[in-house]
């Protein structure tokens, strides 16, 4: 089970950090990742964490959002700076990490924790 939290709503150029707490997982053994669904449009994936430590980013999140993971919590995070009205969406944690589009009936998902930043 992944669930969400650190939502809320924040002005253009704002910081958040998400939270993604697991359970019933060895979550040491799993790539981890962010996806969002802004309104209107598909899923995407984000950032990206894997198990032996390395982490990727889609393009406009590149140098604004860090993806960290704490495994003795078993816990995935994302902090977010610089935020623009573009990062407004629902973002899921899920597992495993797949290539090309996200697919929320493949995997784990988490039920979404909503970010809004107002311009």
């Known amino acids: 089970r992944l669930v969400e939290s650190g939502g809320g709503t924040v002005q253009s150029g704002g910081s958040l950090r998400l939270s993604c707490a697991a359970s019933?997982?060895?979550?040491?053994?799993?790539?981890m990742g962010w996806a969002r669904q802004a309104p209107g449009k598909g899923l995407e994936w984000v950032a990206a964490?894997?198990?032996?430590?390395?982490?990727s980013y889609e393009g406009s999140a590149r140098g604004r959002f860090t993806i960290a993971r704490d495994n003795a919590k078993s816990t995935l995070y994302l902090q977010m700076t610089g935020l623009k009205p573009d990062d407004t969406g629902m973002y899921f944690c899920?597992?495993?990490?797949?290539?090309?589009?996200?697919?929320?009936?493949?995997?784990?998902w988490g039920q979404g924790t909503q970010v809004t930043v107002s311009s």
């Open positions: 899920a597992t495993p990490i797949v290539a090309g589009t996200p697919d929320r009936s493949f995997g784990t």
């Open positions: 019933g997982l060895t979550f040491s053994n799993y790539a």
């Open positions: 964490s894997y198990k032996d430590g390395s982490t």
